[in-house]
């Protein structure tokens, strides 16, 4: 029973203001995110989307291609979160807020990047169709279209960020919309 007195006090001692335990917690909670990252990223290089890949279609695999990468990235990025919850991080400034909105943000970004991967995906489908018709004008736009969606879909971003960071957007997306009309 001693060594439960002794380890008890040992992990109540203090590293720069935070408790041993408090570290070793949030250390455990990164190599938990990393493990099922790593165990994620196996599944579906190793069993999934191999056997996606014997189906009759490819929109399957190709969507669990796409979406691979980014989700064990968020695994990831939720392994980092539980280890910042556990540090007791400075109030003033406040650290832990400003921790937060970063992986918030960091977690947009891997949304847009799964929804990015997801367009190119879907135009290669459309690209397949356009390219059995004889009208070549949609084989011509499938770019444009590629990158208006794109460009779009990046404005979303930009705003999701600036809200994320603590920003009214609403009275900017009102200014463009009330610009948009001016224009119209």
């Known amino acids: 029973m001693e060594w439960k007195l002794h380890l008890s006090v ?20 990164i190599i938990i995110g990393f493990s099922f990252k790593k165990i994620s990223d196996h599944i579906f ?30 695994i990831l990025l939720a392994g980092i979160a539980g280890a910042f919850a556990v540090l007791p991080l400075p109030e003033k400034p ?11 943000i ?13 367009i190119d995906i879907s135009l290669k489908y459309i690209a397949r169709i356009a390219n059995r018709t004889e009208s070549k ?4 736009m499938l770019p444009f279209i590629s990158k ?26 009102a200014g463009l919309g009330i610009g948009g009309l001016a224009v119209a």
């Open 10 to 29: 040992w992990l109540q001692k203090e590293i720069v203001g935070i408790a041993l335990w408090q570290i070793l917690t949030a250390v455990v909670f």
């Open 137 to 140: 004008l949609d084989e011509q």
């Open 45 to 74: 290089e190793k069993h999934l989307i191999p056997f996606l890949k014997k189906t009759r279609t490819d929109i399957d695999h190709l969507f669990f291609e796409a979406l691979s990468k980014p989700l064990g990235f968020i």
């Open 148 to 173: 208006a969606v794109k460009i779009v879909i990046f404005l979303m971003l930009a705003l999701w960020i600036l809200q994320l960071s603590g920003y009214n957007i609403s009275s900017l997306l």
């Open 106 to 118: 960091i977690a947009a970004i891997i949304v847009i990047w799964f929804l990015f991967r997801i």
């Open 94 to 104: 406040n650290i832990n807020g400003f921790v937060f909105v970063c992986l918030k």
